[in-house]
Structure formats: C-alpha cells, structure tokens
C-alpha cells in the first residue's frame, strides 16, 4: 500500500525531476522561507568523498550513539526506503512526521525550480532543527562545493574521505577537479579529518585549507592505521588504540574506521566510543551477507552476498575483499547504470571470480542491458552471460556450482531493490 509520504514524493518527483543541477540559490531560498533551520542545528559534521562516505558516517554515529549521544544522520540515495536518509536523535524518521515535512517544504517552495534533492535535503534540515540532538551528521550527496548540504556556515568539523573519479560529466574530468569540488565544503578555521588520497586530490585540499586556515588531520601524517594480527591498530598524537577488526568488510574500511576514530577523538570520545564505532555500525549493502528472503532459499547452499559500490575504486575495494576471504568459487550478477565506468568497475574483479552473470536494472530507465554489461566483462577477460533477472542468473549460478559464493554488485539501485524484494 502506498504511504502519504509516498505520493508526495511520487509528486514532488514529477514537479520537480531528479535531475542533477549542482547550484546553492534555490536552496539557500528555500531555506530563507522557512527561517532558517540550517542555522538551528546540533553540531554538525560535514562528510564528503568518492568513496567511504556513508561507512564512515555510519562508524561515527555508532561511536557517538555509544556514549549516550543522540545522533541525526542524512544520507543518499536510499535502499529500500526513502526514510532511510532521514535518522532523527537515532530513530529513521515516522511516516506521519517525513509526511508533513514534506507537504510543508512544498508548500514553502510554492512554483519555484528546485531539484528532488534539494527540496527533500531542506526538509530534513528542518526535521534536524526542531529535534533536539547532540550532533548532526551530514553526508555530501554529489560533490561537496554545490551540493545541497553545502549551507553550513560553520560545521563543527568536516571529514574528506577518499577522493576517486566518479560522476565526471558533473564534477570534473580530473582528480584535482574533483578534489576541488569535495574540499568545497571547507569552512575557514573549522578542521578537517583527511582519509587516504592520492598526491594530485590531497595537493589541491591542503592549497585550500591553507586559503582557509583549516586545521588538517591528513592519514598518513596525523593518524595512522593498520591490520596486525588479526586486530586494527589507530594511532594519533594522543597515542595508540589497539581494536577489532571493522565489523564492516573490506581492508578498506580499516581506514574508513580511522576517519571516524579521528572524528571522535577530536571531540575527545573515549576508547569504549572508538572500539563501538568499529564494531557495531549498520550500513547496508557494503559486502553484506544475505541470510534469509526468497533468494537464499532459492539456493541455500550457495553463499550469497551483496554490495552496492559502483566506481573503479568500489571495484578494487571489493576485488581487495574478495581475495582476502575464505577461498571459494566466486561469481557476480551485476547490473550497472550507464553512466558509470563499466570497464574501469570490472577490471579490478576480473581475477577473483569464475565468471560474471549481466542483469539489466528492473525500472531504472538508465540501465545498461544485460548484453552491453556481459560484453564489458568479456572485454576485461570475464567469463560472461546475459541473463533475464537475478533469480534466472542465481539458478544459472546454482546449477554450474551448487557451492558457490555470489556477489550480487554493480548499483546502489540494484542493492535497494534486492533488499526491497528479499526482504
């Protein structure tokens, strides 16, 4: 059945496409009609980044949530449901409440241009405003510099996490262009958390910060981390932490984790926040295991997993994961959009797996087909086929190798549908 808040989006949809138009006038316009809530705000940490920015948000919040603090938290796009992107002092936001906001932003808006984003990012400002909290968490939808999270005066402390190319017909060809746009949300004299990056993005950050007189925190310089006998090892001048490993999977998270570590310590957290932040966050959809819904039963013997990165960077990430489990014959079902670097995605995955099952995305109208993502696999030395959907791509799997481990990848919007339908 479809809920108040479901027509509304489904309307503001329609009056307002989810086009991306990277601008701050329509916001900071809305905003001024409804007086200002982006100025009403707990603390605010601003996250932007290529990669990373959600997990690390996430590790942040539970490091924070350990120590009693209540959290908001906004991130994009969703999963499963649009209230995903709204957590309010540690609670997705009510149907009744993201409702009414909703009808109140619009109204606000009245006739005006405004982008899907930008009107549904003012209201959760406004749903943050008139919550009390500790802190807000703040995660860069696209970019950093025009993004509509991009109307904090001043953030009590921002976080860059790693800058890759990515969403190039909007951000840049190269990687300081890039790197430009995501050290956009600096703020003069407010630090910034620095995660790992490559020489060319962390020159034109560090030439901004400088303009500014923002404090870095850079990995690498000003904190550390590294895998040890089956243990995370952090260290900053303050000294050292000796933790589990992430419960999130992935070497890359080890230096996700660091980002948030440094985040909480500057805000003086204790270890007990630290060791939470690694081992209790939700983030779904990054190398999450499927253990129940219509799939798994599908195919019970075959170990079934999910993740949602779509970038060369999301690529190498998961190829790094793959290599460093339990060995065990490896396929994808992959379903990508095409405006992504198929082939820069796939090349990084090619050594790790048997072979790859192509699925076009079911009502996403800028999926690649099925045949133009097999053909990318083949041109990077996969084994390929084209399949109707991922049932007929898992029974493909299942009846070639009943033990099998499928990695179900390539789309944020084929993970949000997976976890829709699987449950």
């Given at each position: 059945m479809t809920s108040g808040s479901d027509a509304i989006l489904a309307r503001m949809m329609s009056l307002h496409p989810k086009?991306?138009?990277?601008?701050?006038?329509?916001?900071?316009?809305?905003?001024?009609?409804l007086d200002h809530p982006e100025k009403s705000l707990p603390p605010v940490i601003h996250i932007a980044g290529t990669n990373g920015k959600g997990s690390t948000q996430a590790m942040i919040r539970a490091g924070l949530e350990a120590e009693g603090a209540l959290v908001h938290a906004y991130t994009s796009p969703h999963l499963a449901r649009f209230h995903e992107r709204i957590r309010l002092a540690g609670s997705l936001i009510s149907e009744p409440a993201l409702a009414?906001?909703?009808?109140?932003?619009?109204?606000?808006?009245?006739?005006?241009?405004?982008?899907?984003?930008?009107?549904?990012?003012?209201?959760?400002?406004?749903?943050?405003?008139?919550?009390?909290?500790?802190?807000?968490?703040?995660?860069?939808?696209?970019?950093?510099?025009?993004?509509?999270t991009n109307v904090i005066d001043r953030p009590a402390l921002t976080v860059i996490t790693p800058v890759s190319i990515d969403h190039q017909q909007y951000l840049g060809d190269t990687l300081p262009e890039i790197a430009g746009e995501k050290s956009g949300i600096l703020k003069r004299g407010v630090p910034c958390i620095v995660g790992p990056q490559e020489a060319a993005g962390l020159d034109v950050i560090e030439a901004r910060a400088t303009k500014l007189g923002v404090p870095l925190?850079?990995?690498?310089?000003?904190?550390?981390?590294?895998?040890?006998?089956?243990?995370?090892?952090?260290?900053?001048?303050?000294?050292?932490?000796?933790?589990?490993?992430?419960?999130?999977?992935?070497?890359?998270?080890?230096?996700?984790?660091?980002?948030?570590?440094?985040?909480?310590?500057?805000?003086?957290?204790?270890?007990?926040?630290?060791?939470?932040?690694?081992?209790?966050?939700?983030w779904p959809a990054r190398m999450q295991r499927l253990r129940q819904g219509p799939l798994v039963d599908a195919a019970p013997e075959i170990e079934l997993w999910l993740d949602g990165g779509h970038n060369p960077a999301g690529g190498q990430a998961i190829g790094a994961t793959l290599a460093a489990m339990p060995k065990r014959p490896s396929y994808l079902i992959c379903g990508m959009l095409n405006t992504k670097d198929i082939k820069a995605y796939l090349y990084p995955l090619a050594s790790h797996i048997q072979?790859?099952?192509?699925?076009?995305?079911?009502?996403?109208?800028?999926?690649?087909?099925?045949?133009?993502?097999?053909?990318?696999?083949?041109?990077?030395?996969?084994?390929?086929?084209a399949e109707a959907d991922v049932m007929a791509a898992l029974n493909s799997i299942k009846a070639q190798d009943a033990n099998a481990r499928v990695l179900i990848c390539g789309s944020l919007y084929l993970a949000g549908m997976i976890l829709r339908e699987n449950g």
């Open positions: 086009v991306i138009d990277l601008t701050l006038d329509r916001v900071h316009r809305l905003l001024a009609a009414a906001l909703l009808d109140e932003a619009v109204a606000a808006n009245g006739p005006d241009p405004i982008t899907f984003f930008e009107i549904t990012t003012v209201a959760a400002l406004l749903a943050f405003a008139r919550t009390k909290a500790d802190y807000t968490l703040l995660e860069v939808g696209l970019g950093g510099r025009l993004d509509a925190f850079i990995y690498g310089q000003h904190w550390h981390t590294s895998q040890e006998a089956g243990r995370m090892i952090y260290q900053d001048e303050n000294g050292l932490l000796d933790l589990p490993l992430p419960s999130l999977l992935g070497a890359h998270q080890i230096t996700n984790a660091g980002a948030a570590i440094a985040a909480l310590r500057y805000f003086g957290k204790s270890s007990a926040a630290c060791e939470a932040a690694v081992t209790r966050p939700e072979a790859l099952h192509a699925i076009s995305i079911p009502n996403e109208i800028n999926t690649l087909s099925a045949e133009n993502t097999r053909d990318a696999a083949i041109s990077v030395g996969m084994r390929a086929t």
